[in-house]
């Protein structure tokens, strides 16, 4: 059942090119570069008039939420807001009937994701449900919504559902901006043909990147204390690096948005600190390699995730792990793969169960 793999963790995050492909087939056609969107389709006026987008979620999926905030504000210029469920259901948030609900959640059965949809229908809100169970809870509450196309995730870590989340996402927000006509068409075409791509650059990334993420496993497996870091595109993708590896290798880990450094974190640098960057290239590049510098500076050590023709970066970095050149809203769901890679060996490195995690449970269905 393990198809040849040691865990369904490493199974599942081999999977990521075929989840991504198979959450992309049907909706984008490479040929015309033009995206179809039923469930979006349905909610067509909703969407396009709606004040504000609210994305609620937990944990990864929150995450995959966060970056879908940087995508959509950019691309269709409407105002999103990113809840933690449980925060969001206890508030006494302020819901119209302007407002559009996006759900996204592997499981479909989060019980503080589930209750936060319950609670914003009842005030006339629009439930939009991403979800990879056929069927599940908060797939029927949804008023419409997009399947993952992931297929069953059966280690506790969110590795497959949160690439085909992010897929799906990105599908969504270039289909929105071309409702509402917010976006070029070259933009939208680039950013078409450059998705339709991403399963071969994922692949790459795992056939091209493993013994070298094995031996940065084994060289930093006894720290105690990771700082993961990225900005913009990226920072969402350091907090899933740091929630990845405190999750499968028990070592505290904190992502951050690498420029909130200075305001207190750095205080923590020192020659035992690993510091992973994830720093592709992109609009806010040449700041995150300052950030770098201020880190070496103070003998961090810097692990980074580079585009690869990066030579500034990867001559700053004690290790680094290339990606493919991509645009800057594509780069993340690429930069993510070598940290799922890198706290699946740390977790190895220190033999812990990886597919099942101490006190962890794969669906949350308590508060
Ligand atoms: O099934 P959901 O996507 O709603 O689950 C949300 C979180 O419980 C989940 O992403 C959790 O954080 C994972 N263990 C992360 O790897």
Redesign the pocket.
Known sequence: EKGGYEHFMIKEIHEQPQAIFDSLRGRLDAENLSITLSGLEKIKDKLTAARRIIIV??????HAGLLAEYWIEELCRVNVEVEYASEFRYRNPIISSDDVIIA???????AD?LVALENAKTQGATIFGIV?VVGSS?ARISDAGIYTHAGPEIG????K??SAQLTVLLLFAIKLAEYKETVSEDLRKELIKELSIIPEKVKHILDSSIDNIKEIAVKYQHATDFLFLGRGYNFPIALEGA??LK?ISYIHAEGYPAAEMKHGPIALVDETLPVVFVATKDRVHEKIVSNMQEIKARSGKLISVVTEDDQLAIDLSDEHIKIPVSHEMIAPILAVIPLQLLSYYVGIERQIDVDRPRN?A???TVE
Request: with cysteine; net charge neutral; glycine share 6%.
């Open positions: 979620a937990c944990g990864t999926s929150w996204i959640s592997q499981s479909g059965e989060t994701t990879n908060i506790v870590a969110s590795t559902a949160f929630l990845k999750e962890l794969k669906s949350v």
